[in-house]
């Protein structure tokens, strides 16, 4: 149990720091974009390349890479009917999908696995794969649905080469190749890159500190609050139910069952919040359902270890 309430520690000090700065001003009212777009444009990428280069990719091909796979895709594409339903912009939309499947597997998700789990290996798939798959597309899509959102209407060649315009999809493609191939970076190339990856978390944990401050309370807001409830259900209880469901079926037991639950019942990761500021695509949403699903994702997951272990 302690690295739950490790984790869910080390992200709510950087968040206070953030709410703190916010009230006081220090950093402009500029501060969140500002802070989003260092994350996206430079610190995620070299923590997306730096991840992936140094991950051994042929050892997390398992039964787990599967459960992500279809369980983060499932809760994905649960939201959209209803999103489309409320007849929401595409955007926002998008940013709804992406925090019912996508979750907090780094700076909450990896000290969980190392502490519960016992192996900071175990989180491994679920980075694998919202990293090399879940990432590269939302981000691609967002791109594409923010510039038709502003009056633009892309042609069907920069539509088609969103992804090579994508430092986040280039990135990937990069720490892929690097794993895949073997090659070690030599470290005068290597160090300056993890120094920039350090950043991104703080960054992104900080801006979403300073939104908080003179922000609503979740739900507040009537036209978004049966969005964010749909979301939490997604991503609180019926994530890790599909893992649970998705776990027995492929026959995994005891600690393997345990893991893949553990992963799906994480929260909503602060990447969302980060990209809704980077493309103004949902922003409300983003912050409301990433600040709510990590309050209630810690009495799920003390519930999943309890019943599980």
């Known amino acids: 149990m302690n690295g739950v309430i490790e984790g869910f520690l080390a992200i709510g000090v950087i968040i206070a720091v953030g709410y703190a700065a916010g009230r006081a001003g220090v950093l402009g009212p500029s501060a969140t974009q500002v802070l989003s777009r260092t994350a996206f444009f430079i ?13 051994d990719v042929g ?7 599967i459960v992500t796979g279809v369980t983060s895709s499932l809760a994905c594409l649960l939201y959209v009917p209803i999103g489309l339903l409320r007849r929401r912009p595409g955007g926002e939309v998008t940013i709804g999908a992406m925090a019912s499947g996508y979750v907090n597997a780094g700076n909450l998700g990896l000290p969980i696995a190392t502490y519960v789990l016992g192996d900071a290996a175990e989180m491994a798939p679920v980075l694998l794969f919202q990293l090399a798959v ?9 791109d594409v649905l923010s ?11 920069r539509t088609l080469t969103a992804p090579v315009r994508n430092p986040i ?9 690097v794993s895949s191939t073997g090659w070690e970076p030599p470290a005068p ?4 890159i993890e120094l920039l990856a350090n950043a991104a978390v703080p960054a992104m944990l900080l801006a979403f500190g300073i939104t908080l401050h003179r922000a609503a309370w979740p739900g507040r807001d009537k036209e978004t609050l049966p969005l964010l409830t749909t979301v939490v259900v997604l991503k609180n209880f019926v994530h890790p139910a599909l893992a649970w469901l998705a ?10 069952l345990l893991a893949v639950v553990v992963c799906a019942a994480l929260p909503t990761a602060q990447n969302v919040f980060g990209y809704a500021v980077r493309f103004d695509q949902g922003v409300t ?6 600040l709510t699903t990590t309050v209630l994702s810690m009495p799920v997951m003390f519930a999943v270890v309890a019943l599980l272990s």
């Open 43 to 55: 610190a995620s990428p070299a923590l997306l390349f730096v991840t992936l280069a140094q991950a």
């Open 59 to 65: 050892a997390v091909f398992s039964e787990d890479l």
């Open 134 to 142: 879940l990432t590269p597309f939302f981000t691609t899509l967002l």
């Open 147 to 157: 510039e038709r959102a502003d009056g633009g209407r892309p042609s069907l060649v």
């Open 169 to 177: 999809a280039v990135a990937t493609a990069a720490g892929l190749i």
């Open 189 to 192: 190339i290597m160090q300056p």
């Open 247 to 256: 776990g027995l079926v492929l026959g995994l037991d005891g600690h393997s």
């Open 285 to 290: 949403l983003g912050r409301d359902a990433a």
